[in-house]
């Protein structure tokens, strides 16, 4: 897992396994497993993870594809 701390200030694309984000993000995070962003955390960008967590008091301004992506048998 890959933390970001609460005073890190991250510019740039992040590809991990999982990651929590307390601190600020200006680009995309694409995880394998969950994305936490968690309170008073700050992302500009989109995230493509398979779980995602978000607490209160989070700024996020992008997009979100959240989910494995493929379709349930019927």
Do not use: Y
């Amino acid at each position: 897992t890959l933390t970001i701390g609460e005073h890190a200030r991250i510019r740039g694309e992040i590809r991990t396994k999982s990651v929590n984000v307390r601190g600020t993000v200006e680009g995309n995070i694409f995880v394998t497993e969950g994305c936490e962003l968690q309170a008073g955390c700050t992302l500009h960008g989109d995230i493509e993870a398979p779980r995602l967590m978000v607490d209160e008091n989070v700024t996020f301004r992008g997009n979100a594809k959240v989910g494995t992506g493929k379709s349930l048998p019927v």
